[in-house]
């Protein structure tokens, strides 16, 4: 890490008058995109459009951190291309095969067909604004 | 030295790559262009199907009406090259050594202990689960062989994406069946001196006399014909060599007649080649800059100019943009249509070594200003901040108009996905 992207290059380490005793204990601020895994080859961020999924805590605008290698499991939310469109939606695995089960309770489940390509898992989830 | 290479290559790359996010992109032919909407630089296997080739320029083509349903994307780089990165994080986290050869092909240290049928079935499966790209792998005891491998594992659907050219039998019977063009290294011009001795096929060029291929080739060609006879001469490069030289050369989007819009255009390619000279830690001593008509052009004079300096070594935009400035203004006639333009920067040295008995720059705060500068713009995206000089409003930029989102790199572009 270059100097100035900890900000003006003072680390809180590089003091002028007396030596600072925190000078061996630098260790420079919480990086997010290390916590969320993002430098490694499996995630991809995906921003969340709609409100079907509200009930089960995912927002409209929200950035989601989805997983390519994660297995998917009943339950899980994740990230679905079919039919030319990209959607979010909770699985579920019924009767021997896989579902899409709508936010909305009045709405029927989806079966998970041949031409429904699971593209990822949804790990973790960042909201910008609360 | 490995007992065995791959080679792992991503299928239409460019294509691959932005199928990944586009669903409507699935099954229908897709075609990248070069910059500048030029010309046709990647495409799917729908896409060659309805003929289009390589090199096609895309104004001559797009109109044609049996081409209408295919899907033309202007060239995504930023997205190329982090679906790039994640393919070759997949494999080294997978095989002992990865060298990235190109942007969509990678040699591999297949040292496993492991049988490499199904290793590397697995390997090609975990890349189009993971970084979502489809891929063909082939292998052997060489380099040569295993980029010969992979192009026959593209070439041939039924082989499902692999080739093992290990066993000398098998590739002794491919060898007898190929003709020599096909090797990595044996170009055209070289094909054809070949075909003058009457060597055609691999199998005559493995045949012929050492000697008498060093010696009609050099020892470069002396090379490709021990590596085809299963000796290993070219180890894995994990080190990219030092730059020699570097270049930021672009079409324009439409001729530029106006000196201030070149002045404008050359400044920012100045500066685009100080941000990459500054990302090696190298500075420069030898700018260049060239500007051109379009040799196509009817009724045109062709006009190529270059001017070339020696400066003090620098790494600083403002010190190379005007350099660069200086030196395009001497090259520059008005009434000419211009085409392109370009700066290269030569004798690249690393970076704050030089002695500098007489220098006149001020090596440590230009070091400090650009440092700030790269930070921003690593932060904020590329060319949030920059000299003004390179412009604002950039009416020659490059021609993008079907560039896709940076799904990956940019977060006000990444893939939406609808709740359901």
Same mark, same amino acid.
């Given at each position: 890490?270059?100097?100035?992207?900890?900000?003006?290059?003072?680390?809180?380490?590089?003091?002028t008058?007396?030596?600072?005793?925190?000078?061996?204990?630098?260790?420079?601020?919480?990086?997010?995109?290390?916590?969320?895994?993002? &430098?490694?080859?499996?995630?991809?961020p995906?921003? !969340?459009? %709609? @409100?079907? #999924? /509200?009930?089960?805590?995912?927002?409209?605008?929200?950035?989601?951190?989805?997983?390519?290698?994660?297995?998917? &499991?009943?339950g899980?939310?994740?990230?679905?291309? !079919?039919? %030319? @469109?990209? #959607? /979010?939606?909770?699985?579920?695995?019924?009767?021997?095969?896989?579902?899409?089960?709508?936010?909305?309770?009045?709405?029927?489940?989806?079966?998970?067909?041949?031409?429904?390509?699971?593209?990822?898992? /949804?790990?973790?989830?960042?909201?910008?604004?609360? | 030295?490995?007992?065995?290479?791959?080679?792992?290559?991503?299928?239409?790359?460019?294509?691959?790559?932005?199928?990944?996010f586009?669903?409507?992109?699935?099954?229908?032919p897709?075609?990248?262009?070069?910059?500048?909407?030029g010309?046709?630089?990647?495409?799917?296997?729908?896409?060659?199907?309805?003929?289009?080739?390589?090199?096609?320029p895309?104004?001559?083509?797009?109109?044609?009406?049996?081409?209408?349903?295919?899907?033309?994307?202007?060239?995504?780089?930023?997205?190329?090259?982090?679906?790039?990165?994640?393919?070759?994080?997949?494999?080294?986290?997978?095989?002992?050594?990865?060298?990235?050869?190109?942007?969509?092909?990678?040699?591999?240290?297949?040292?496993?202990?492991r049988?490499?049928?199904?290793?590397?079935?697995?390997?090609?499966?975990?890349?189009?689960?993971?970084?979502k790209?489809?891929?063909?792998?082939g292998?052997?005891?060489?380099?040569?062989?295993?980029?010969?491998?992979?192009?026959?594992a593209?070439?041939?659907?039924?082989?499902?994406?692999?080739?093992?050219?290990?066993?000398?039998?098998?590739?002794?019977?491919?060898?007898?069946r190929?003709?020599?063009?096909?090797?990595?290294?044996?170009?055209?011009?070289?094909?054809?001196?070949?075909?003058?001795?009457?060597?055609?096929?691999?199998?005559?060029?493995?045949?012929?006399?050492?000697?008498?291929m060093?010696?009609?080739?050099?020892?470069?060609?002396?090379?490709?014909?021990?590596?085809?006879?299963?000796?290993?001469?070219?180890?894995?490069?994990?080190?990219?060599?030092?730059?020699?030289?570097?270049?930021?050369?672009?079409?324009?989007?439409?001729p530029?007649?106006?000196?201030?819009?070149?002045?404008?255009?050359?400044?920012?390619?100045?500066?685009?080649?100080?941000?990459?000279?500054?990302?090696?830690?190298?500075?420069?001593?030898?700018?260049?800059?060239?500007?051109?008509?379009?040799?196509?052009?009817?009724?045109?004079?062709?006009?190529?100019?270059?001017?070339?300096?020696?400066?003090?070594?620098?790494?600083?935009?403002?010190?190379?943009?005007?350099?660069?400035?200086?030196?395009?203004?001497?090259?520059?006639?008005?009434?000419?249509?211009?085409?392109?333009?370009?700066?290269?920067?030569?004798?690249?040295?690393?970076?704050?070594?030089?002695?500098?008995?007489?220098?006149?720059?001020?090596?440590?705060?230009?070091?400090?200003?650009?440092?700030?500068?790269?930070?921003?713009?690593?932060q904020?995206?590329?060319?949030?901040?920059?000299?003004?000089?390179?412009?604002?409003?950039?009416?020659?930029?490059?021609?993008?108009?079907?560039?896709?989102?940076?799904?990956?790199?940019?977060?006000?572009?990444?893939?939406?996905?609808?709740?359901?």
């Amino acid at each position: 890490m270059t100097g100035s992207d900890k900000g003006g290059g003072y680390t809180g380490a590089e003091t002028t008058g007396f030596v600072s005793p925190a000078g061996d204990h630098i260790e420079g601020p919480i990086d997010l995109s290390q916590i969320l895994d993002l &430098r490694r080859p499996h995630r991809f961020p995906v921003r !969340v459009l %709609g @409100e079907a #999924l /509200v009930e089960r805590g995912i927002l409209p605008g929200d950035i989601l951190i989805t997983d390519t290698a994660a297995e998917p &499991r009943h339950g899980s939310v994740a990230i679905i291309m !079919v039919g %030319g @469109e990209v #959607l /979010v939606a909770q699985l579920a695995f019924r009767r021997g095969q896989w579902w899409l089960r709508p936010g909305r309770r009045d709405q029927p489940p989806v079966p998970v067909g041949e031409d429904t390509q699971l593209w990822a898992v /949804v790990a973790a989830l960042v909201r910008e604004r609360v | 030295m490995p007992a065995t290479y791959g080679l792992i290559d991503g299928n239409s790359f460019y294509c691959s790559a932005e199928r990944v996010f586009d669903p409507a992109l699935h099954r229908v032919p897709v075609v990248v262009l070069s910059n500048n909407d030029g010309c046709a630089i990647a495409r799917t296997p729908e896409a060659k199907a309805l003929g289009i080739r390589m090199g096609d320029p895309w104004h001559l083509v797009r109109g044609r009406a049996e081409l209408r349903p295919v899907r033309w994307r202007s060239s995504n780089y930023a997205l190329y090259g982090d679906m790039s990165r994640r393919v070759y994080q997949v494999l080294a986290e997978r095989v002992p050594r990865v060298e990235p050869y190109s942007i969509d092909e990678m040699f591999l240290d297949l040292d496993v202990p492991r049988d490499l049928a199904s290793f590397c079935a697995g390997l090609r499966a975990a890349v189009l689960r993971i970084a979502k790209v489809p891929t063909c792998v082939g292998w052997g005891p060489t380099k040569t062989i295993a980029k010969l491998a992979n192009g026959l594992a593209k070439d041939h659907a039924e082989l499902g994406g692999l080739c093992d050219l290990t066993d000398p039998a098998e590739r002794a019977a491919w060898y007898q069946r190929l003709p020599v063009g096909e090797v990595w290294g044996i170009g055209s011009r070289t094909q054809e001196k070949l075909a003058r001795l009457g060597v055609a096929s691999i199998a005559d060029f493995i045949d012929a006399d050492p000697r008498a291929m060093r010696d009609l080739l050099t020892v470069v060609g002396g090379r490709v014909q021990a590596e085809l006879r299963g000796t290993s001469c070219l180890p894995l490069q994990m080190m990219v060599a030092t730059r020699k030289g570097l270049a930021c050369t672009r079409s324009f989007g439409r001729p530029v007649t106006r000196w201030s819009e070149m002045r404008e255009a050359v400044a920012a390619y100045a500066h685009r080649a100080a941000e990459k000279l500054r990302a090696e830690e190298l500075e420069a001593c030898h700018p260049a800059v060239f500007m051109h008509t379009d040799p196509h052009a009817k009724g045109e004079r062709y006009q190529h100019l270059q001017h070339a300096a020696r400066i003090e070594p620098t790494g600083d935009s403002r010190d190379l943009i005007a350099e660069a400035v200086r030196m395009a203004e001497g090259l520059w006639r008005d009434g000419l249509r211009y085409a392109k333009a370009g700066v290269v920067l030569n004798d690249l040295v690393p970076a704050g070594q030089q002695a500098r008995l007489f220098a006149t720059r001020e090596p440590r705060a230009s070091a400090r200003t650009m440092a700030v500068m790269d930070a921003i713009n690593r932060q904020h995206g590329a060319g949030t901040l920059r000299p003004a000089a390179t412009g604002i409003a950039r009416s020659w930029s490059t021609r993008r108009a079907m560039l896709s989102p940076r799904y990956t790199t940019h977060i006000s572009e990444i893939m939406q996905a609808t709740a359901l």
